[in-house]
């Protein structure tokens, strides 16, 4: 029987000294090593990693215009054109996505709109986005006859600019804007309730920058019940790039974002077809919603 322990006391010593590590196998001083020149100390608090970009962003990065961006006797770019092509163009982000599963990772809220780009909204006001989000389709304002409002028309479809006012387009009606200092907005602009705002335009290097106040209240940001108030204030930027023009607008409104809501950047390419012109929008009908399939879709 001591024979039988000897032996494997003998056999588990010989199997453990050929796993150990032998000591001339570590560094001397390794605790003294020098560091890598790439290494940086590690922040005392938790600091989040940089935001992954968007797809479209990417995309809208890698574009390449072709020809030259035209230049009025004024010295600023011209971005008079009927802009309606936008083939290829994934930078519209698919807003009608359905998610039930996606959640606001601030709030903990389900979202049905899958986009990347979303206004943060004070906690407080989470449950009304969640419970318009999910109500019957004629919640939507969008859904009758009324326009859609600003920003959520988007990017204009064809642009007239002149010497002090520009011209846009939205494929339903038309928004003429100051441009310059005439016509800067005023207190009593902000008191003002229209779907479309009170605006003016102003040139900031090569990107027309459009301020405009004076909201009402009844129009939402997109489909999924983003909501907004009379105070909200926004901000448009058009910029052309040869046969490409680009957009993107930021809305403040800060009784009830916690920040700004910076959207994603659309762009659309110009028709060079001189005969081209936009087509006369389709008369709108408002249908009873119990003619629905299905009351709740939208997007």
Known sequence: MKKKILIAAAATALVAAAFAVPAFAQPAAWAEAPLHPAYKPQPDSYVP????????TAYIEQLKPAGTTPIRSDGHPDLTGYWNLGIPNPTPEVYGRRC????????????????????????????????????????????????????????PGKIVQLDNEIWLYDGGEVRIIPLGNVGALTEEDEDESTFRGVSHAEWKGNVLEIDSVGFGGDTWLAWEGLFH????KVKERLW?????????????????????????????RLNANPNAFPEEPLTC?????????????RG
Not at 49 to 56: G, I, Q, T, W
Not at 127 to 134: G, I, P, Q, T
Not at 243 to 255: A, K, R
Not at 288 to 293: A, G, H
Request: hydrophobic letters at 25%.
């Open 49 to 56: 990693p940089a935001k992954r970009p968007a797809a479209n």
């Open 100 to 155: 039930n599963s996606c959640s606001e990772a601030d709030q903990t809220k389900a979202q049905r709109g899958s986009h990347y780009y979303k206004p943060v909204y004070k906690p407080e006001y989470w449950s009304k986005v969640e419970a318009l989000d999910y109500s019957v389709a004629d919640t939507d304002p969008s859904y009758g006859c009324d326009p859609e409002g600003v920003p959520r028309q988007g990017i």
């Open 229 to 232: 108030t009379n105070k909200m």
């Open 240 to 268: 052309r790039e040869g046969n490409i023009l680009f957009y993107n607008f930021t809305v403040d409104d800060p009784t009830i974002f916690v920040r700004p809501w910076q959207s994603a950047t659309q762009f659309k």
């Open 285 to 297: 009908q408002t249908h009873s919603i119990k003619s629905f399939l299905d009351p709740w879709q």
